[in-house]
């Protein structure tokens, strides 16, 4: 009799270690994975935002393009004005 309580007993401390150890196994996972997911998130966030400056910087700037010498002026050439 008493060796079945210690059999008992002995098996109790192995599942419990067992699941102690599977439990902690699982938090270093979740977190894990947690942080990688933040990860993407934040590259995700920037490769937007790089986008976001591509597409600025290509788009066409007309006001920035202009030139005095593109302006008409009331017929009269801007060589002639200032000469």
């Given at each position: ?23 902690d196994s699982g ?45 008409k002026s009331a017929?009269?050439?801007v060589t002639r004005?200032?000469?």
């Amino acid at each position: 009799m008493m060796f079945a309580h210690a059999l008992i007993a002995a098996l109790s401390l192995l599942a419990l270690a067992s699941a102690a150890v599977l439990a902690d196994s699982g938090l270093r996972w979740w977190s894990a994975f947690g942080r990688l997911r933040g990860e993407l998130k934040a590259s995700r966030i920037v490769e937007e935002q790089v986008r976001a400056v591509t597409r600025a910087r290509l788009r066409p700037s007309f006001v920035a393009s202009r030139s005095a010498t593109t302006r008409k002026s009331a017929g009269v050439p801007v060589t002639r004005a200032v000469a």
